[in-house]
C-alpha cells in the first residue's frame, strides 16, 4: 500500500513538472514587437537649441530657535577618555562594548570634534563628542550632529 502511494505522488510531480510549459515565447514576441515600434517610430528634432546655463543651487541655513524646554538627560557618569565634561554635551553613541566606543571616538576625532568617553552607573560607554557651558550652543551643535548620528541627544551634567 505505502509503495502506491510512493507511486501516486511520483507520477503526479512527473505530470506536475511536465504540463508547465515556459512563456518566454509570449515575453520574446512581445520586446521583439516593442522593440520594432521603437525602431519606426518618427524622431522629432528639437526646432531650436538654446544655450545651457548653470544656476548655483540656493543655500538655506536654518536655525532652531533654543528654548527652556530643550530634551536634556540627566546622568551621573565617570569620564574614562577626554578632557572633561562641561554643564551640557552632546552624545551620539551608546555602547556596552568599549572596543565600539573607541572607533566611534576615533571617527569623530578624526572629523575633526573632540570627542569624548564615559561610563554610566549601568555599565555603557557613551561617546560624547561636544561638551559646552551653554544650552543654546549645545542645542546648535546637537541639531549639526543629527544630520550624520540622528541619535544624538543632550546630556545635563
Do not use: H
Not at 501516486?8 to 514576441?29: Q, R
Not at 576615533?106 to 570627542?115: D, E, F
Request: one cysteine or more.
Amino acid at each position: 500500500m505505502r509503495n502506491y502511494f510512493v507511486l501516486g505522488v511520483a507520477v503526479c510531480a512527473t505530470l506536475a513538472f511536465v504540463s508547465c510549459k515556459s512563456s518566454e515565447s509570449a515575453w520574446k514576441k512581445a520586446y521583439e514587437k516593442s522593440r520594432q515600434e521603437a525602431a519606426t517610430a518618427p524622431v522629432q528634432q528639437a526646432a531650436t537649441t538654446q544655450p545651457v546655463t548653470t544656476v548655483a543651487p540656493v543655500q538655506t541655513v536654518t536655525t532652531t530657535p533654543v528654548t527652556a524646554n530643550e530634551s536634556t538627560r540627566t546622568e551621573n557618569l565617570t569620564l574614562i577618555n577626554g578632557a572633561g565634561l562641561k554643564a551640557y554635551s552632546v552624545v551620539v553613541g551608546t555602547f556596552s562594548v568599549k572596543a565600539n566606543a573607541d572607533n566611534l571616538q576615533r571617527t569623530l576625532n578624526n572629523a575633526g570634534y573632540a570627542a569624548q568617553i564615559a561610563t554610566n552607573p549601568q555599565g555603557q560607554y557613551r561617546v560624547i563628542a561636544t561638551t559646552f557651558d551653554d544650552l543654546g550652543t549645545a542645542v546648535q551643535s546637537r541639531n549639526n550632529l543629527r544630520a550624520q548620528y540622528p541619535d544624538a541627544w543632550l546630556l545635563r551634567k
